[in-house]
């Protein structure tokens, strides 16, 4: 991989310090124009050092996910696009945990648009329950344990224990990275072990993840792309990705980006 400058270095070095930086701030301080300053982000970003958002840019870190607000515009079409696509896999009366994330925020709003009636959702994200609390057909059961703030999710084991006492028919997650071996990784294990339950526990996995997902590096092990019946993108993956997703034995769906 090619050596970094001496100007993209110290711009990881105030994402690693900050977490966050917008491009306005960043031209400043280098006095380099904002152009200047999105070509940088951008190569920054395809060789897997940062994470580019809306107006700005977040430290790609293994232990540390980006901002929520700052996940919510990150991709939000291409996250919209597989809410959709994955909302129709849910069937009035069935039941299914939820896990936290934007992602699956989407799909709780996808989810409340159709009115499934007769539906039971067990799920750990304080988010989702409050999208889809304005559908008074759906049953919503929260699980207790350790505030997630940044995630606004319960995590820890006495999540996980709730979870224990329910079988769902479906299990839908998105994820905070998928590796080359097609291990699905999250940022921390109070997140991550929550999420072994609940695909424990479910007939039928669906994983929700964005092409920004497939370079992302986390630190906790959730599973692995076999133990997923059906994967939700926003686009054709890479052939090399698509010939690991082929062999785990998981269907892919691509979502089309039409509302």
Known sequence: MAQLSKRHSEILDILSRRGYAAIEELAAAFNVTPQTLRRDLQDLSDRGYLRRHHGG???NLSTVNADYDFRHVETASEKAAIARAAATLVTPGSSLFLTPGTTVDALAKAIAEKRPRGLRVV???T???SILDKCPEISILITGG???GQNRAMGGMHA???IENYRCDLHMTSIGGIDSEGNLL???DDEAVVGRAMLRNARRAVLLADHTKFSRAAMS???HLS???TLVTDRQPPAGTTRMIREAGCELIVANDDP
Do not use: D, V
């Open 57 to 59: 840019a977040s430290a």
């Open 123 to 125: 799920t750990n994200s």
């Open 127 to 129: 988010a989702a329950a």
């Open 146 to 148: 350790m505030w997630l």
């Open 160 to 162: 996980a224990a709730f």
């Open 186 to 188: 999250e940022y921390r």
């Open 221 to 223: 092990r959730l599973g």
């Open 227 to 229: 133990e997923i019946n």
